[in-house]
Nanobody, 115 residues
Framework: QVQLVESGGGLVQAGGSLRLSCGATGSIFSSRTMRWYRQAPGKQRDLVAAITRGGSPNYVDSVKGRFTISRDNAKNTVYLQMNNLKVEDTAVYYC?????????WGQGIQVAVSS
């Protein structure tokens, strides 16, 4: 069983920064790709960034150069540093991983960017 808990969201003005954290329980964290998704009101949940167990990141084009995903395997935590935030980044952000044929999600955390 894997539990994911996000933290660090909030309200920020456009151009500002936030750092999201996702803490994971269980001993499998270091062996799994970790992902951040987001879901804006009325829209589908979309992948934002992923980081492999070896630390290689990937990003959706809309956040490249602004967001940085990282992980600390000793703390079982994955981070999403979000800089130069835009109004269109407003969404609920979810942490995700897959293990034993199942997909695990955090409860989600709200990020709101005002103009």
């Amino acid at each position: 069983q894997v539990q994911l808990v996000e933290s660090g969201g909030g309200l920020v003005q456009a151009g500002g920064s936030l750092r999201l954290s996702c803490g994971a329980t269980g001993s499998i964290f270091s062996s799994r790709t970790m992902r951040w998704y987001r879901q804006a009101p009325g829209k589908q949940r979309d992948l934002v960034a992923a980081i492999t167990r070896g630390g290689s990141p990937n990003y959706v084009d809309s956040v490249k150069g602004r967001f940085t995903i990282s992980r600390d395997n000793a703390k079982n935590t994955v981070y999403l540093q979000m800089n130069n935030l835009k109004v269109e980044d407003t969404a609920v952000y979810y942490c995700n991983t897959e293990a034993w044929g199942s997909s695990y999600w955090g409860q989600g955390i709200q990020v709101a960017v005002s103009s």
